[in-house]
């Protein structure tokens, strides 16, 4: 499985253009990791998105795309308006990222 992670917006929205995803293949990692992260990849898509109230300044939106076994599902959420199990994720990668 592979997964990337795309930001948009935010203060730092120009300087964001311009950087491609940062990816995650599973197959890199210890198998209890992958298995977390297939865990919360899981729980992030049988989530359903909440319902934005509108537009926050500045706030952050991300992209998480999911590659595996032929299909690809992409998720679509902003620091406005976030379900805890895309947070999950989200914070998961982000830890992922930072090690590396």
Known sequence: MRV???T???LAAASNL???PEVLDTDTLPEDDAAELARLVAAAVATPEVERSGRARDAMSYTITVEDGGRTTVL????A???PAFAALLTRLREHFEQQ
């Open 4 to 6: 990337s992670l795309a």
């Open 8 to 10: 948009h917006g935010g």
């Open 18 to 20: 311009r950087r491609p």
């Open 76 to 79: 679509r959420q902003s620091d």
């Open 81 to 83: 308006a976030m379900t």
